[in-house]
């Protein structure tokens, strides 16, 4: 089998993951068929050299994919499934990006079949993802090795053994960006509030975080004891801090949202 992969649905994360594999070279843009309704988004990955369709009956019966990529939401999952059943076989692994939809829903449609579920975020964009996996225990081998190769040109790849976790990891890494890019918004605004113009604030915002991120990344210093160091006894950052630490509101709030999330992908799987 050629490694054929139909992509269905190009948007945010479809086309991120996409430009990903075919930069890395992992994937020739003649193995992959795009379905896309929306025009300009097919034109994109046209210009990668990707073949793109608009619905799956435009799809020939003659193709065998190894692969097919589910970038498509969670809501549209029960009526697009039933169009990709005539592809199931064997050999073909569904790869689900879906927050909360599960392995039980994705074979109600397509029978037994190999599934893998992904929970990418959108820095995978710029090969800077972090990314959950499961799969069930009919996926080869040969497959995981194959899907792995791809997934890390997209970031950092986590297997996790229960699949009750991709829940877990939508809520930490799939949404954590727009907690992250939320908090450089409110940055952004504490700065105008003390004096600076938009695009000033939005730089010492969006520098702090980024360079707060690298250092994280990089020290071998666990992020208290990296938030030790920016704390002078008596100083500006504890004064900051005992607003956001009294009563460990900061932490409270934190995990009150992440447990909102976890809950809203368990709802959207049923
Ligand atoms: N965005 C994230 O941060 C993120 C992170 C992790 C996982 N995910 C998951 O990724 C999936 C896609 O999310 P997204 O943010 O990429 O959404 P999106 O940008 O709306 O992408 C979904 C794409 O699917 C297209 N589509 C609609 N009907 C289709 C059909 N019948 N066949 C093929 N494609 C069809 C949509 O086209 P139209 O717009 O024309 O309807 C749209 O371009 C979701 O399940 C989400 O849970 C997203």
Same mark, same amino acid.
């Given at each position: 089998m050629s490694n054929e992969i139909i992509l269905v649905g190009a948007g945010h994360m479809g086309y991120a993951m996409l430009e990903g594999w075919l930069g890395a070279e992992i994937l020739k843009p003649e193995q992959v068929v795009v379905v896309e309704p929306a025009e300009a988004l097919r034109d994109r990955v046209?210009?990668?050299?990707?073949?793109?369709?608009s619905s799956a009956a435009d799809l020939g019966d003659d193709l065998k994919p190894q692969i097919i990529v589910l970038a498509i939401k969670p809501q549209m999952m029960?009526?697009?499934?039933?169009?990709?059943?005539?592809?199931?076989?064997?050999?073909?692994?569904?790869?689900?990006?879906?927050?909360?939809?599960?392995?039980?829903?994705? @074979? &109600?449609?397509? !029978?037994?079949s190999p599934v893998i579920r992904v929970m990418p975020n959108t820095p995978s964009a710029i090969? @800077? &993802?972090?990314? !959950?996996?499961?799969?069930?225990?009919?996926?080869?081998?040969?497959?995981?090795q194959f899907v792995d190769q791809l997934l890390v040109t997209s970031g950092d790849v986590v297997h996790v053994e229960r699949e009750e976790q991709i829940d877990a990891i939508t809520a930490i890494s799939g949404s954590g960006p727009g907690y992250v890019f939320h908090f450089i918004e409110a940055l952004t605004e504490a700065a105008k509030a003390v004096g600076f113009e938009e695009d000033t604030a939005l730089l010492l915002a969006k520098q702090t975080i980024y360079g707060s991120a690298c250092l994280a990344m990089e020290s071998e210093n666990s992020p208290t004891e990296l938030r030790k160091?920016?704390?002078?006894?008596?100083?500006?950052?504890a004064a900051a801090l005992a607003v956001l630490m009294e009563g460990d509101a900061m932490t409270k709030l934190v995990t009150r949202a992440v447990t909102a999330a976890r809950d809203r992908a368990v709802e959207l799987g049923k």
């Open positions: 046209e210009e990668h050299g990707c073949a793109a369709v029960n009526d697009i499934l039933p169009d990709y059943k005539r592809f199931g076989a064997a050999e073909t692994t569904f790869l689900s990006v879906a927050a909360g939809t599960s392995i039980a829903t994705i @074979e &109600g449609h397509t !029978g037994p090969g @800077e &993802g972090m990314l !959950g996996v499961f799969a069930n225990e009919r996926v080869s081998d040969e497959t995981m160091q920016v704390t002078s006894p008596n100083g500006t950052t």
